[in-house]
């Protein structure tokens, strides 16, 4: 265990780190999500189940859930700027193999489906090492600062997964009677986190923060962050919350096509939808969750940059959950489309004010030579979250009523507010005085 952590001023007394965080991030992001609208169409194509598509847009997560502490951890050893582009670059590999899909299987006699779920592996893969951008945030920001540069990230997430499956739809045009599949996607995202990856090689400097004696691989560090209060509370807040808005994203479709079906282009309900019905009420869904993600880069880029001064972090974190809660509520009760428009308007503020406030405390929380393997076990939860949620949700969905998950996930934010506001009560104080290093505060 590190017993030394030496730092000069953070990088963060300007803006450049900031925006160079921000602009590989989005960059990334806006890469991940030009493939989304594709994968549907991807598996259909070689004749896969509902089943094995969702089991394949869990993969991504599945990677990140088991690497984001290693990745984190890397950086701790490493530092962060190799990281950062080092993980851009095997997601550009990612993506030339997802533009390539047929000719590989071909070249290796395997089956298209196999090279398609390595993709995506690779991609989740390469992907956690956002960890490593948390990190960054927290070497180049003074504390006081940190849940705003937090927001940074956050922001770059939302406009990267809002405009990424837009321009994947817009560039991937594909005609009538064509025997191959569109490879402009994939090359896109590539090139796009080609560009990435150069941009933080001429642009990113490498925060000024030199730590010494971090092992590489530590078994029992997982144990020590949950067990410790400061620390292990935030991390499982953070699954928590990703775990109910990942609810609201799997069966929001499901849920209009069963409750308000001329809303998603159909003239009667459907309590148990086909893949292609889906896939077809995806276009309608997709301007409600565009509309969601720039609100909620909107909140995380700009408002919680005057909320955090006024009111704190260990606030933040209780009336996130609770705003959120209530916005999924709105919409599970819901008996007019305008319900669950209102519910829609206020979960970007939810969510919004928790995301970028969870992490920022626990970077103040977690020893201070060990920030990127602690921001990688949050990440590590709440790609658990995202991975899990979908399951979940369509159990309740197939069990209960179509609006029973929302209701569920509004149940499991009410456990998060109340977990938060046990926080509050305890440390909220405590966040004057910067942790010892190699120790957790």
Known sequence: MSN?????????????????????????????????????TYSKWFGASGFTLALMQSTFSAM?????????????????RPVLIGGLVGTAASYVVFANVT???????????AVLFASRLMAGFCAANLS??????????????????????????????????LLGVLSSRHPEGATTLPSLPGYLAAGLSLAAAAFGFFKLPEPAVRRTGVRFFDAGELKRALAHGRTGALIVLNFLNLFAFSCFEAMFILFGLARFPAKFGLDGAIEKASLDQVIEAGRYAGKYMFAIGILSALVQGGLIRRLVPRFGETKLIVAGPLILA?????????????????????MPFGFGLSNPSVPGLLSRAAPADRQGSYLGMSQSAGSLARATAPACAGLVFDHFAPNAPFLMAAGVLVVAALMANAYRARYGASFTTPPTPGVAA
């Open 103 to 113: 000719p590989i299987a071909t070249l290796l006699s395997v089956s298209p489906l």
């Open 326 to 346: 209530l916005a999924l509520a709105t919409v599970g009760f819901a008996t007019t489309w305008w319900m669950v428009l209102v519910g829609c308007c206020l």
């Open 4 to 40: 030394e952590t030496t730092s000069a001023k953070p990088a963060g007394a300007g803006r450049s780190p900031l925006l160079f965080i921000f602009l590989t991030v989005f960059i990334d992001l806006l890469g991940f999500g030009i493939v989304i609208p594709l994968m549907p």
């Open 64 to 80: 990140q859930f088991l690497f984001a502490p290693t990745w984190g951890r890397l950086s701790d050893r490493i530092g962060r």
């Open 132 to 165: 490593a951008a948390s990190a960054y945030i927290a070497d180049v920001t003074e504390e006081k600062d940190r849940a705003k540069g937090m927001g940074v990230i956050g922001a770059a997430f939302g406009l990267g997964f809002t405009f990424g499956p």
